[in-house]
């Protein structure tokens, strides 16, 4: 696989799909206009001054920082979770049905370093065919799990692989280059069966997705990845999307802890992939078509005694 066939910001959804089918991931061109960037920009970094103020901003190990939870943020934010063209390439990936599972902003320091993974690390691989199950679901554990080969030689050699389950979107406020930090992804990965390995993967095909500000990164579950390292002297940002199919848990509990004030005037499609309107039977109680925070399922009841009489 040289660099000259890897897939390149395009405008096109049936080239982006077919990227995301031979190399697990695409990038969309134009995603975001420059006024949207511009708004975007300026509000986050009021929100990560006044967070830093507060002391609770978040830094993580690898050297990025998060602003977490961005759908309380501002109607600034809304704008990526409801884009067309990405919901065109999550219904290839995942379906139908999806919910939003996550939503920050990722600002990639000087000075970072990678921390390689997939974002479904804690999907269980498949049995062998004697029927063992070499990992159970409810032991998987980022600390062991995540950025590790655990798979067995022999579901190795049995090439069974898990399906696609989430689909992320790295939208780029900033050009993303390979200088600056840009997502680093190994082409063809969502087809190995495994999750990386931080030390036995580091010279995978390893490469930069790189993009002009506005454009969308977008990268199935199963596709290795990592931030990359920022050797400029500046923060590089992006806004992560992340969806997952109905069945599973969200990152972010988003019908306990959206405001009021976002919910007052959301439209019906931004309820349903929040989680505030049920799958299947699923995510729901008492029979309610749609969730309403503060409206609780029943409590412990006694007759009427009057109309016992």
């Given amino acids: 696989m040289t660099q000259d066939c890897l897939p390149v910001p395009t405008d096109s959804i049936d080239q ?33 001054a006044a967070e830093e103020q507060r002391d609770v901003s978040l830094r993580l190990p690898d050297g990025k920082q998060l602003v977490r939870f961005l759908i309380n ?41 990678t921390n390689y993974h997939t974002d479904q690390f ?35 050699r049995n090439r069974s692989i898990a399906p696609a389950v989430v689909c992320n979107a790295m939208w780029m406020i900033d050009d993303f280059t390979r200088e600056n930090g840009a997502t680093l992804v190994v082409p063809g ?19 930069p997705a790189e993009g002009l500000a506005g454009t969308v990164c977008i990268f199935e579950g199963r596709t290795w990845h990592s931030t990359g390292a920022n050797v400029t002297q500046a923060a590089r940002i992006g806004l992560t999307t992340n969806f997952c199919a109905p069945q599973f848990r969200q990152q972010d509990n988003f019908p306990f802890g959206t405001r009021p004030e976002v919910l007052a005037d959301a439209p019906d499609r931004l309820l ?15 029979g ?10 029943l409590g412990e009841m006694k007759p009427n005694e009057a109309k016992q009489s």
């Fill in 189 to 207: 990965s969502h087809l190995s069966g495994r999750e990386p390995d931080n030390d036995y993967d580091a010279d995978a095909n390893w490469v």
């Fill in 122 to 156: 804690w999907m269980p691989p498949p049995t062998s065919d004697q029927r063992k199950t070499f990992v159970k679901p409810g032991s998987i554990t980022r600390t062991h799990n995540r950025g590790h080969t655990t798979i067995p030689e022999e579901l190795k």
């Fill in 73 to 113: 943020k501002g109607k600034v934010f809304l704008g990526p979770i409801l884009h067309e063209g990405l919901h065109a390439i999550l219904r290839h990936v995942l379906g139908d049905s999806y919910l939003l599972s996550s939503y920050h902003a990722h600002l990639a320091h000087p000075g970072g370093t």
């Fill in 272 to 286: 349903e992939l929040l989680g505030f309107i049920p799958w299947q039977g699923y995510g729901g109680y008492e």
């Fill in 16 to 48: 982006a799909r077919n990227d995301m089918d031979g190399y697990g991931y695409c990038l969309l061109e134009n995603a975001l206009s420059y006024n949207e960037i511009s708004a975007i920009r300026t509000r986050l970094l009021e929100q990560v």
């Fill in 288 to 297: 309610v078509t749609r969730v309403t925070p503060g409206q609780y399922a």
